[in-house]
């Protein structure tokens, strides 16, 4: 009750409410808003580095491959002290020639297991759970 011993009426009563929720609707719209925009900057932000170490590791697997012929050659170098270097070159490139093999039987093996590309455990899991609500719509 007001300090003069009025009744406050219905309006005024609501005015204050009324705005106090017109504000804090202002204010929620405002913070989603800057929100948003903070997450567009992060996300920017990542989206800048993500493609840096991208290159970067692109760059890294160019470096590798090279410092794998540097090695084939280093390793063709050394067997010619004993051999003839037609001999070394082809005992380095049937080395290279089984490691390949293996690993390409290896990615095949993985491919094969994750194939085909889909949730097969899932599919079966969602179509029991369709044909248990189809059952229990039935009774």
Known sequence: MPADG??????????????LVQRATQQLSQLVRD????AQAEMSEKGKRFGKGGGLFGGAGLMGVLTLQALAATAIAALSLVLDVWA????????????????????????????????????????????????????
Do not use: F, N, W, Y
Request: proline share 7%; aromatic share 0%.
């Open 88 to 139: 070394a070159a082809l005992i380095v490139t049937g080395v290279l020639a089984c490691v390949t093999a293996v690993m390409a039987a290896l990615g095949k093996q993985q491919i094969d297991r994750a194939s085909p590309p889909k949730p097969e455990r899932t599919v079966r899991s969602v179509k029991a759970d369709v044909a248990e609500i189809k059952e229990k719509a039935q009774r």
């Open 6 to 19: 009025s009744h406050p009426t219905a309006s005024t009563a609501q005015e204050p409410v009324g705005e």
């Open 35 to 38: 929100e948003m925009r903070l």
